[in-house]
């Protein structure tokens, strides 16, 4: 297997204004993924894709492997405008994606068998990248023989048989318990920092932001709804990163600083808005409500009132409940938004209102959580309006996700539409009767004469 010097910084592949949309539903027009995605992979570095759900990481990495079209914009790969498949990178997905019936060795070798090389030269070179990934003497076994890590390892040697320029990793190790990701993960960096890596460049895809910070040489962060390049941080640590190190620690903060505030500026470069998009944000359904139950918010800041000043590193927080980046920033997304809490320096702080929430009585802080809900969640404060205007106070589903299909689709359009219901139950604005699919204004309590 080639040995590749990782030394130069050669472009391997340029991201051109490339944007990307997909049709809504009936006709109802088009739902933008990527916006002006602008981007380089260079030989010689690990460059890492992070984002949150939505922001189409892997909708981007597809694109970039020619697995679909962009919407505009264009690939180039080593030089070349890519048209159909990109022949110069392999990719290794999330799940282990092995065919069953075919040995450990049969499947590391299917993709040279695609290209027609010869049947000794597949069973050296298959021999050589198993020996590579730590899976030698089980080059006769079976998927079913094989743990889930042993498993993505024969991911990994049937990307690396192929030999190409440039290795692409979609999440691959999130399918993955926490000691044997870390292990994999470990034995990657190695391989690189060896420069005994069989490819000039790795692309790895993550919402992980300590695992990108671990691997990656430069982090590109992506913005979500659309889908765009809010900037780049460079890992600038010598390899391998120490996490122990102060700088470490300071830029995986510093990164989960710009990930729960949207609108920091990462670099000088902003990427416009358009005239359509500002005019969709002026409907409360427009405005994204992150996905979160009231009840994961009140539990977070319970939690965070609890330490000196009311105050945590997002880091260490994220380490103690043991939650992954998906997990923990909508909730401080929603914590946000509602005006609890504030985010500075890779710190969350609890708001005064935020700490009166989290300390009060149950019944202030369902009146406490209403207030904030009908000032900061346009679209709770919208459905309820609508169930006041109604004259018998009730509404079908159908009507409010009918309003949100023409913005999200219909996963998502569903998923806004729990998030707000479940918001304005928690405040008793509204309820919702789930075997009729239908909203309605609680009746008013009596009061004793």
Do not use: C
Request: aromatic share 8%; hydrophobic share 40%.
């Amino acid at each position: 297997m080639t040995t590749i010097t990782q030394a130069t910084h050669e472009v391997l592949i340029a991201v051109e204004q490339v944007n990307k949309s997909f049709p809504l539903p009936e006709g109802k027009g088009e739902f933008t993924v990527l916006r002006n995605i602008n981007l380089t992979v260079r030989a010689g570095e690990v460059m890492a894709l992070l984002g949150r759900s939505g922001s189409g990481k892997s909708t981007l990495l597809r694109i970039m492997a020619g697995l679909i079209s962009p919407s505009e914009g264009r690939v180039i790969s080593n030089g070349k405008l890519l048209q159909g498949a990109n022949q110069d990178v392999a990719m290794v997905f999330q799940s282990f994606a092995l065919l069953p019936w075919l040995t450990v060795q049969e499947n590391v070798e299917l993709g040279l068998e695609a290209q027609g090389i010869s049947r000794e030269q597949r069973r050296q070179r298959a021999l050589r990248a198993i020996d590579l990934v730590g899976l030698d003497g089980f080059e006769s076994a079976y998927p079913k023989e094989l743990s889930g890590g042993m498993k993505q390892r024969v991911g990994f040697a049937r990307a690396f048989v192929i030999e190409p320029q440039v290795l692409f990793m979609d999440e691959p190790f999130s399918a993955l318990d926490v000691l044997t990701a870390e292990n994999l993960r470990g034995e990657i960096d190695d391989l690189w920092n060896a420069k005994t890596f069989p490819s000039k460049s790795i692309l790895i895809v993550t919402h992980n932001i300590e695992e990108a910070v671990f691997l990656a040489d430069r982090v590109i962060i992506l913005g979500a709804n659309p889908g765009r390049v809010r900037g780049e941080v460079v890992i600038d640590l010598p390899r391998p990163h120490d996490r122990t190190s102060n700088r470490f620690k300071a830029l995986v903060d510093y990164i989960y600083t710009v990930m729960t505030n949207p609108e920091v500026e990462v670099t000088t470069e902003l990427v416009g808005v358009s005239t359509e998009t500002e005019q969709k944000a002026r409907s409360p359904y427009a405005q994204v409500l992150p996905h979160v139950r009231a009840g994961g918010i009140s539990g977070l800041l319970e939690l965070i009132v609890e330490q000196p000043e009311g105050k945590e590193d997002i880091f260490r927080l994220a380490e103690r409940i043991q939650l992954q980046v998906d997990d923990l920033l909508p909730i401080l997304d929603g914590a946000v938004l509602l005006g609890f809490a504030e985010v500075e320096s890779g710190d969350v702080l609890l708001t005064e209102i935020g700490r009166d929430f989290a300390t009060t009585t149950i019944l202030r802080s369902k009146d406490l959580f209403q207030q904030q809900v009908l000032v900061h969640a346009p679209m709770v404060a919208s459905i309820l309006q609508t169930l006041r205007e109604k004259q018998n106070k009730s509404m079908r589903a159908d009507f409010f996700l009918d309003l949100l299909d023409e913005y999200y689709p219909h996963a998502e359009a569903e998923r806004q539409f729990a998030t707000a219901v479940d918001w304005g139950r928690y405040a008793e604005l509204f309820e919702y009767d789930a075997s009729e699919e239908r909203l309605y204004l609680p009746e008013p309590v009596a009061t004793p004469e």
